[in-house]
């Protein structure tokens, strides 16, 4: 049997404020963990289009990219609980920085997410053991070091968003 190998595309907002990043507390399978912004890219939309809408939808923040911080692969096993079967998950992971606004209070957090958290880098690096992924510390470390990449490195072909 010939099975094609199909990762799952996520997108990150990497958002920094005087000194601090903006994570979110979410409830997984494994419990409250700590993670960036971040979700699954839709169908019909570019990286930093499904960006700012996660950032929006998990934060109540508007999130506006202005660069690219990195594209990372990660690889996630979950043995088998129960009735739910194991589950082997390769991420690709496209993480943005940008403007962030304020908390939009008419909007509610995302369904999942309990709150948002402003860390400083040291809180963030000291609750390692709390984050959803190892790319959690990565992306920000990346951001630190002043990686940054045009939004135009990643091109969105129009038959994406024409596709719907």
């Known amino acids: 049997m010939n099975t094609r190998w199909t990762p799952s595309v996520t997108v ?4 920094e404020q005087d000194g601090k990043f903006l994570l979110v ?16 890219l839709d169908p019909g939309e570019s990286p930093a289009d499904g960006c ?3 950032a929006l939808e998990e934060t109540t923040h508007s999130f ?5 911080v990195g594209v990372y692969l990660s690889r996630f096993e979950r043995p088998a609980r129960g009735e739910s079967p194991a589950q082997d998950i390769t991420y690709v992971r496209f993480a943005f920085c940008g403007t962030v606004g304020p908390a939009q209070t008419h909007l509610a957090l995302d369904t ?3 709150r948002t958290l402003w860390m400083t880098p040291d809180e963030v ?3 390692a053991g709390r984050h959803r ?5 990565r992306c920000m470390e990346d951001y630190l070091a002043g990686r940054r990449y045009a939004l135009d490195l990643v091109h969105t072909d129009s038959s994406v968003i024409s596709a719907l």
């Open 12 to 15: 990150a907002a990497i958002i």
């Open 25 to 40: 507390e979410e409830h997984t399978i494994e419990g409250l963990r700590l993670n960036n912004p971040a979700g699954h």
């Open 52 to 54: 700012a809408r996660e």
């Open 64 to 68: 506006q990219p202005t660069a690219l």
């Open 112 to 114: 999942g997410i309990v």
């Open 125 to 127: 690096r000291a609750s």
């Open 133 to 137: 992924s190892p790319l959690v510390v």
